[in-house]
């Protein structure tokens, strides 16, 4: 049988290590067992039961566990970048502000910051475990001699439904990505999208969770949000319109307010929350029977509103020493 098929072979000859493996290429380690053999029998049965059987194995070993490594690697340098990511390479300027904006409360910048390098970092490595271990499971099956092309054709076809399937869910997967990777807003922060403003709670590829000043949970998806308006970020400022009694001497209302919002920025426990040196502009509307004149601070993030409100209070008592009269301006 055996000389039945070498005489099929063209290319081989009887005593050859081509004829004994029934290869015009054969193997080193078919070449080798000839060598030593020189048992055409013995060979033919290496070559048919362990030699290409033992290479794709271990071929296949190998796939694997190269995918592993480089897979481990990945992680190990996502964890990295996305943790180096969270924390920022940020000036003395910005942590300080960091530092004010969270002032009382470091566990909360701590786990925005967490919460960053956890989403991006779940994602990134999810992302590269798909890619890297799908090329190894494909290298392996075509090692198999499996056809590729019908299951590739197959898969090319699901994803498109699945794509048309799920617009939305991709949308916000997507708008949540860029978001967590430009730190449009994190947890704390207090944000207005239009059809819900308070401070945010969670933050997730999918959606956005906050809470408003009636305690209302409000869950945004992230494709749905078009604008976003932070309250918390960088710095902020504290706007006040006072209206006084039209007859009132101007110079001397602005010199009150002048001096009130000065002894505020000035005065222990929020001497911290104002930037810069509070500015009186001056008259900003006339309206019926009232002068609206416009005090501004520059504050810490997110500290605007407890600003004014202790400043419309102090200038409350400071008017009652000084006898000014508060008006109400006319409604238009």
Known sequence: ML??????????????????????????????????????????????????????????ILTFVFALVVRNVAHR?????????????????????????????????????AQRAKTLGSVLNSIASIVILGTAAFSILGRLGLNLAPILAS?????????????????????????????????????????????????????TRMRDVNGVVWYVPNGE?????????????AVLDIPVDIREDTEKVKEILQATADELAASPGWEDMVLEAPSVWGVQALAGDALVIR????????????????????????FDDAGVSVATPATT
């Open 3 to 60: 000389a039945d098929a070498q005489s099929l072979l063209p290319w081989a000859q009887d005593g050859t290590p081509e004829a004994a493996c029934r290869d015009q290429s054969p193997s080193t380690g078919c070449r080798l067992v000839w060598n030593v053999s020189h048992s055409t029998d013995f060979t033919h049965f290496y070559a048919t039961w362990l030699d290409k059987p033992l290479g794709t194995v271990l071929a296949i």
């Open 77 to 113: 340098m996502i964890t990295k970048v996305t943790v180096r990511m969270a924390e920022g390479t940020m000036s003395e300027k910005v942590k300080e502000r960091s530092r004010t904006v969270f002032e009382g409360s470091p566990a909360l910048l701590n786990q925005r910051r």
């Open 155 to 207: 898969a090319s076809v699901i994803g498109v439904a699945v794509g048309f399937g799920a617009q939305n869910i991709v949308k916000d997967f997507l708008a949540g990505l860029f978001m967590l990777l430009e730190d449009q807003y994190g947890v704390g922060d207090f944000i207005d999208v239009g059809s819900a403003k308070g401070t945010v709670e969670a933050v997730t590829l999918r959606v």
């Open 225 to 237: 949000i078009k604008k976003v308006g932070n309250e918390s970020q960088n710095w902020g400022r």
């Open 295 to 318: 005090v501004v601070l520059k504050t810490a993030p997110g500290k605007q509103g407890e600003i004014a409100r202790e400043l419309r209070e102090r200038v409350k008592n400071a």
